[in-house]
């Protein structure tokens, strides 16, 4: 897997939490990087993106409320998560975007928001 997430877990409505995401250098150069989401019985649905200068794109429903960010030199990414709601829980994954750039779908990290 070259693009590994981690830092998901159990939150309370109205928390926060930050995932990171791991990439190979030949990966993670020069291509935008993004977060995906996937929720029981819905297709992954893309959350965030930032190119490689970072420029920051989110979905609708996380403008406001989420953070993406790079270390371009440590080839990580990260998704700063706040004022989680019960909606937001899901598998996240980072890979590339768009979607037709998009790499083996790694593990994921499951966010689990409680009301």
């Known amino acids: 897997v070259q693009l590994q997430a981690s830092g998901g877990g159990l939150v309370q409505a109205g928390g926060s939490l930050t995932l990171s995401c791991a990439a190979s250098?030949?990966?993670?150069?020069?291509?935008?990087v993004a977060w995906y989401r996937q929720a029981p019985g819905t297709q992954r649905e893309w959350v965030a993106s930032?190119?490689?200068?970072?420029?920051?794109y989110y979905s609708d429903s996380v403008k406001g409320r989420c953070s993406i960010s790079r270390d371009n030199a440590k080839n990580m990414a990260y998704l700063q998560m706040t004022s989680l709601r019960p909606e937001d829980a899901a598998v996240y994954y980072c890979?590339?975007?768009?979607?037709?750039?998009?790499?083996?779908w790694g593990q994921g990290t499951q966010v689990t928001v409680s009301s």
């Open positions: 930032i190119s490689n200068a970072g420029n920051t």
């Open positions: 250098t030949h990966i993670f150069s020069y291509n935008t």
């Open positions: 890979n590339l975007f768009p979607r037709s750039r998009v790499r083996a």
